[in-house]
């Protein structure tokens, strides 16, 4: 398997899966859905490999979402959403009932939900923080604030989406309302992630992965009926003068200019 945006290491009965694009804080194009596809499907058919650890290069960020300036220059609303219309990044995307640990390092925001929204364990370094871009862009946050919503508190998701960039939920936060299990310093996390992957391997691989589809089965009867109006609103906006706009500003690195009001 030939791999350019992601590093993919088998340790046993424990794989890391590193998403590396940190001149992009780990932003994902096609290319890393596509690599992000085959790495999944290889996790899911070895027999040998038991839990999986996801984590971003560098130390500023575990993944910002998409990668802006590809958007505006391909036809897409999201690399994501080219093969099926719904995400296509997380394991719990293609059915993969293995654990996943997040062990999330610096920046989390936008798309990177995803991740975080599907990791069956969420672990954070210190410095991690978590916030949401949609609405800086120009677009309905479609999927990710339903899907963590299932995770944290409303209240405290609705704010990330409202308000941007000017609302961060830090580590410490994070670990407040229930979204991650623990928090370490940076040099720390991935030892601490790989203890834990551990623990987990030495148990019954069938019946984790049974365990695990009945609880995800119980989460998702809650997110899955708000995904179509979800997706028409995402799609309605694709074509609107204020997704082209906040695109356009977030590349030039300026405020946009709104202009629909409706």
């Known amino acids: 398997m030939e791999l350019k945006t992601l590093l993919y290491e088998k340790h046993g009965p424990v794989c890391t899966i590193t998403m590396s694009r940190p001149e992009v804080l780990n932003a994902y194009n096609l290319q890393m859905v596509d690599e992000l596809r085959q790495v999944w499907w290889d996790f899911r058919d070895d027999d040998s490999l038991h839990v999986a ?6 130390k500023r960020s575990f993944s910002t ?3 802006a300036k590809e958007i505006i220059e391909k036809p897409f609303a999201s690399p994501s959403l080219v093969y099926a219309g719904v995400p296509t990044l997380t394991a719990r995307d293609f059915q993969v009932w293995k654990p996943v640990i997040a062990a999330v390092n610096g920046v989390c925001c936008a798309g990177g939900w995803h991740f975080i929204s599907d990791a069956d364990i969420v672990v954070c370094s210190e410095n991690a923080t978590f916030f949401d871009t949609h609405v800086e862009v120009g677009l309905v946050n479609p999927v990710e604030a339903v899907d963590l919503m299932s995770k944290v508190p409303p209240g405290e998701v609705m704010r990330m989406v409202l308000c941007g960039r000017d609302y961060r939920m830090t580590a410490q936060r994070a670990l407040q309302v229930g979204l991650a299990t623990e928090v370490v310093p940076l040099n720390e996390l991935i030892p601490t992630a790989m203890t834990i992957a551990r623990q987990i391997a030495e148990k019954s691989p069938r019946a ?3 365990s695990l589809e009945v609880m ?3 989460i998702n009867s809650r997110r899955t009926p708000s995904y179509p109006l979800g997706m028409a609103l995402l799609n309605r906006d694709m074509l609107s003068q204020d997704r082209r ?3 356009n500003a977030f590349v030039q690195k300026r405020k946009p200019r709104w202009t629909d009001r409706t």
Request: proline share 0%; aromatic share 12%.
């Open 245 to 247: 706009e906040g695109f």
């Open 53 to 58: 650890i996801l984590t971003g290069a560098g």
């Open 208 to 210: 984790v992965s049974g």
């Open 216 to 218: 995800w089965s119980a």
């Open 65 to 67: 979402g998409l990668d």
